[in-house]
C-alpha cells in the first residue's frame, strides 16, 4: 500500500511527461502540413474573405465596448496617480503610450482571440467528430488547405484592422473620461498626447497584433483537428484553444516587448 502510493506520484509525472511530448509532436506534425498547404489555401479568396467579415466585423461590437471601457479606466487611474504630484497633461501622454504599445494590441488579442480560438476550435472539431473532414478528403479537398489556410490568413489581416479601431476608440473614451470625470480640457489632453509621441508606438503594437492574430488562428485550427471523443470532446477543445490563446498571447507579448522596442525601435 504504500509502495503504491510512493510511486503512483513518479507514474502520474511520467504520464504528464508523456502526454506533453506526444503533444509537442502532434503539433510539430501539424505545423509541418500547415506550411505545406499553405500556398495553396491561398487560392480560396472568397473563403479568405468571408472569415475576414467574420473575424473583423462580428468581433466588432465587443471590441468596441472593452475598448471604451478599457480607456475610461487608463484615464481614471493614471489621473489619480498624478494628483498632486504630476501635471495632469501628462494624462494623456500616458493614456496614449499605454493604449498604443499595451492596451490596445493586447486586449484586443484576449477579446478576439476568445472570441475567434473558441470559435474556429468548434466549428473545426464538429467537423471532425462528425467525419465531415473524412467527407472532404473522399471529395480531393485537403482539410487543412481548405479550413485552416483562410482562416490563418483572415485573423493575421484583420486583428491589426481591429486593433486600430480599438486604439482610436479607447483614446476616444479615455478623453471623454478625462473631460467630463477628471475636468482636464480637450485641448489639454490632446497636448498631453503629442508631447511624447512616438509613431514607433504604434507600429510596435500593430507588428504584435500580427503575431497575435496568427496565433490566435494556429490555436484554434489545431486543437480543432486534433478533437476526439465526440461532444464532450468538442467542449474540451474548445476549451484549450480558449486556453492556449490567452497564454500564448501573454507569452508572446513579453518576448515581443523585448525584440521590438529593445531592438528594433531600440533609442539610439
Known sequence: ?????????VSAAGEGI???????GRLALFLARFMAEFPGGLRYRRLILRQCF??????MPLVIL????????AALQSSYQFQGAIPLIYVGTVLAKSVFIELGPVLTALVVGARVGASIAAEIGTMKVTEQLDALET????????????RFVAAVVMLPV?????NAIAIFGGMAVAVARV????????????????????????????????GIALSGCYFGFTTAGGAE??????????????????????????VIFRILFAPN
Do not use: W
Open 54 to 59: 467574420q473575424i473583423g466585423n462580428q468581433s
Open 18 to 24: 508523456l502526454d506533453f511530448i506526444a503533444g509537442a
Open 183 to 214: 475636468g482636464i480640457s480637450v485641448h489639454t489632453f490632446s497636448r498631453g498626447m503629442r508631447l511624447l509621441f512616438d509613431a514607433h508606438d504604434i507600429y510596435g503594437g500593430l507588428i504584435k497584433s500580427f503575431v497575435f492574430g496568427a
Open 1 to 9: 500500500m504504500n509502495a503504491r502510493t510512493l510511486r503512483s506520484p
Open 233 to 258: 470532446g468538442v467542449g474540451t477543445a474548445t476549451m484549450k484553444a480558449v486556453v492556449a490563446c490567452c497564454v500564448m498571447i501573454l507569452v508572446a507579448d513579453y518576448f515581443l516587448a523585448e
Open 66 to 73: 472593452t475598448s471604451i471601457f478599457v480607456g475610461g479606466v
Open 162 to 166: 481591429i486593433t486600430v479601431f480599438a
Open 139 to 150: 471529395l480531393a479537398i485537403r482539410p487543412v488547405r481548405y479550413l485552416a489556410i483562410p
